[in-house]
């Protein structure tokens, strides 16, 4: 099993920056990928961004250009910094962690992003 706990939530006028980190713990040699989601009030969990065990990353076209996700692996921990943050990008913001074969899919409890107009 894979624990993941985030943090790094809060509120933050738009235009103004965060970092959300996410540190997984337990069988982490079986996480092929990490990633972030997001779910707004009445709205669906969606794909913020990925990153492989490889590196490779991807990104809603939402916020390409305005996030980066990175990982440390020495610390087990991947990161979302956050910048030129809009009203829109408020939401539950959840980790993620998946293996290839769907055996593994794991998720934290969500860190709240609230930005202000």
């Known amino acids: 099993q894979v624990q993941l706990v985030e943090s790094g939530g809060g509120l933050v006028q738009a235009g103004g920056s965060l970092r959300l980190s996410c540190a997984a713990s337990?069988?982490?040699?079986?996480?092929?990928?990490m990633g972030w989601y997001r779910q707004a009030p009445g709205k669906q969990r969606e794909l913020v961004a990925a990153?492989?065990?490889?590196?490779?990353?991807n990104y809603a076209d939402s916020v390409k250009g305005r996030f980066t996700i990175s990982r440390d692996n020495a610390k087990n921990t991947v990161y979302l910094q956050m910048n030129s943050l809009k009203p829109e990008d408020t939401a539950v913001y959840y980790c993620?962690?998946?293996?290839?074969?769907?055996?593994?899919?794991?998720w934290g409890q969500g860190t709240l992003v609230t930005v202000s107009s």
């Open positions: 993620n962690a998946r293996n290839w074969d769907s055996t593994l899919d794991a």
């Open positions: 337990g069988s982490i040699f079986s996480i092929n990928a």
């Open positions: 990153i492989a065990s490889g590196g490779m990353a």
